[in-house]
């Protein structure tokens, strides 16, 4: 019953280095999202997957490289982290394009 | 382009004072419109999906409707549990799969 999980779920990094955010999904669901929310605004699309194997960007994707090799995991990769990317990150899932979307927890991440 | 734009940003209520969230949109072809909430720290929380004008649907304190142009999320009678972040968003007929969201409504309810 664990649903959609992220981690880490706090990161501090600093500029240049790169990291790498998990998402993991339990229901088998075709399409998986990735978000970010800056502070008093809500959520952008960075990229999606409608299946494995197949990934598409999203409305701000530059600074960012996603892989989905399998259905249940989609990872978030920042290949050389700037400050502009602190930020909270939101993985999400759902059955089909038009579904309602499921959210997981959220990760935190600090640029220094 | 998609567009949405929720307002107000804010909203401070009395606990029992009724009152309603807009959210207006612009959309080629709406697939659906969704809201969710948000509580601080989490992630959003599925609410309601509405697919076409005039259609409605309710939740305990919380009643969604749907026109050609925007949405609006009845809140009545509010507790201070109701306190929370609404977020709005649409999914257009050209764009499948990609949500577009607006900034939300931060709503307070006092005891």
């Known amino acids: 019953d664990a649903g959609i999980t992220q981690s880490p779920r706090y990161k501090i990094t600093e500029t240049g280095r790169q990291v790498t955010l998990m998402c993991h999904q339990t229901?088998?669901?075709?399409?998986m999202f990735w978000y970010r929310q800056d502070l008093g605004h809500g959520l952008r699309l960075i990229y999606y997957?409608?299946?494995?194997?197949?990934?598409d960007k999203g409305e701000v994707p530059d600074g960012y490289v996603v892989s989905r090799s399998k259905t249940e995991n989609f990872p978030l990769t920042l290949e050389s982290a700037t400050r502009s990317q602190t930020s909270v990150y939101f993985c999400?899932?759902?059955?089909?394009?038009?579904?309602?979307?499921?959210f997981g927890p959220g990760t935190r991440l600090l640029v220094l | 382009e998609d567009q949405v734009t929720q307002s107000p940003e804010a909203l401070r209520l009395q606990e029992g004072e009724s009152s309603s969230l807009n959210c207006s949109y612009t959309?080629?072809?709406?697939?659906?419109l969704f809201w969710y909430r948000q509580d601080p720290g989490k992630g959003p929380e599925f609410l309601f999906t509405l697919y076409s004008a005039g259609e409605e649907k309710e939740k305990e304190r919380l009643k969604a409707t749907l026109t050609k142009k925007e949405s609006f999320l009845h809140i009545t009678a509010p507790k201070p549990e109701d306190s929370a972040t609404y977020l709005c968003?649409?999914?257009?007929?050209?764009?499948?799969?990609?949500?577009?969201f607006g900034d939300g409504t931060t709503l307070t309810v006092k005891p």
């Open positions: 959309v080629s072809g709406l697939r659906g």
């Open positions: 999400a899932s759902s059955v089909g394009g038009k579904e309602t979307q499921y």
């Open positions: 997957s409608a299946a494995a194997d197949i990934t």
């Open positions: 968003a649409v999914q257009g007929g050209t764009n499948a799969g990609k949500s577009t």
């Open positions: 229901w088998s669901h075709s399409y």
